[in-house]
């Protein structure tokens, strides 16, 4: 597609549910990126994907948190067990040698 | 790991006036490139410039990477420029991820 696609826009959750979150990058992209912005701060990595290579997970704040990428495009980020500190916008990215990152819009996700 | 340190961290503009805002960096860098968040929260992609000047209308970026500093300038300022500014770099050699600095919020008034 033309931009890096995520999906569910806005999610609501209650504390100790599982949540999973979507992105669809852009075609061609072999590099995809997650990221996380809590309120009014910056942006903290999470997990990032390569090709076929062993995704490079350090960012990953506890076991709670994982992804996966299915045939080197689209990418899930789950979240079990969800706390209220999970809450945040979850940023994609997919980036090319040329042009860097682009992101897209993210899920904001509350937990209550 | 590298540290992105942003400055002014917070500014005000009348609409019309011109800015820079800086980004400076720890270590070699292989990878930076400025963003905009609008107020919505929507990243934009403003330069990818890991060395040298760049111009996009308005907006130009220069980076000086042997002095590990980038700066952009944002001429005749409108009211949609509002958002806030981050430089985000990769350091030379290391795996892969972008690193964030905090920022520079930026509102345009009337």
């Known amino acids: 597609g033309a931009g890096v696609s995520q999906s569910p826009s806005n999610k609501v959750t209650e504390k100790g549910k599982d949540v999973e979150l979507r992105c669809d990058p852009i075609?061609?992209?072999?590099?995809l990126y997650w990221y996380r912005q809590s309120l009014g701060q910056g942006l903290e990595f999470l997990i990032y994907?390569?090709?076929?290579?062993?995704?490079?997970k350090s960012g990953l704040p506890s076991d709670r948190f994982s992804a996966e990428r299915t045939g080197g495009s689209v990418s899930t980020l789950t979240i079990q067990r969800t706390q209220q500190e999970d809450s945040a916008v979850y940023l994609c990215?997919?980036?090319?040698?040329?042009?860097?990152?682009?992101f897209g819009s993210g899920t904001r996700l509350t937990v209550v | 790991g590298i540290q992105v340190e942003q400055s002014p961290p917070d500014l005000i503009l009348q609409e019309g006036a011109n800015s820079t805002l800086r980004c400076n960096f720890s270590?070699?860098?292989?990878?930076l490139q400025w963003f905009h968040q609008n107020p919505w929260g929507q990243l934009i992609n403003l330069f990818y410039?890991?060395?040298g000047t760049k111009q996009n209308g308005r907006l130009s970026a220069t980076t000086v990477a042997t002095e590990r500093y980038s700066l952009l300038y944002i001429s005749s300022s409108q009211t949609t420029d509002s958002g806030v500014y981050f430089c985000?770099?990769?350091?030379?050699?290391?795996?892969?991820?972008?690193?964030f600095g905090t920022g520079t919020r930026l509102q345009v008034t009337l």
């Open positions: 985000a770099v990769k350091s030379t050699g290391t795996a892969s991820k972008l690193t």
């Open positions: 270590d070699s860098v292989n990878n």
């Open positions: 994907f390569q090709g076929n290579s062993a995704p490079d």
């Open positions: 990215a997919s980036r090319s040698p040329s042009y860097g990152y682009t």
């Open positions: 410039i890991p060395s």
């Open positions: 075609s061609g992209h072999t590099a």
